[in-house]
């Protein structure tokens, strides 16, 4: 079992930043890949980023490539999104998702363990 808790969201203005963490329980972090999804009112949830479990592999939803950057710390448990040059299209409530080992993947049904979520809002 592992449990995801998200921290970092908050309100933005447009062009600017923001660090999203996913901190997890469990002793076997460095197994589990990691990804960021996230849910705008009335739209269906989005993959945004993906890491394999020893941070070496990356995966990017097209619409944040170049400007949001995923990265784990194995030794804290915890997994991060940097999002830079924000836009009002990024709001939404971003959640990190853990799958057992496999490949980087965008589809949400293939993520066992889900965080409850944080608020991002950028405004313009």
């Known amino acids: 079992q592992v449990q995801l808790v998200e921290s970092g969201g908050g309100l933005v203005q447009t062009g600017g930043s923001l660090r999203l963490s996913c901190a997890a329980s469990g002793r076997t972090f460095s197994s589990y890949v990691m990804g960021w999804f996230r849910q705008a009112p009335g739209k269906e949830r989005e993959f945004v980023a993906a890491?394999?479990?020893?941070?070496?592999?990356?995966y990017y939803a097209d619409s944040v490539k170049g400007r949001f950057t995923i990265s784990r710390d194995n030794a804290k448990n915890t997994a991060y999104l940097q999002m830079n040059s924000l836009k009002p299209e990024d709001t939404a409530v971003y959640s990190c998702?853990?799958?057992?080992?496999?490949?980087?993947?965008?589809?949400?049904?293939?993520?066992?363990?889900w965080g409850q979520g944080t608020h991002v809002t950028v405004s313009s």
């Open positions: 998702a853990a799958k057992f080992r496999g490949y980087l993947n965008s589809d949400p049904r293939r993520y066992d363990y």
């Open positions: 890491i394999g479990g020893s941070g070496g592999s990356t």
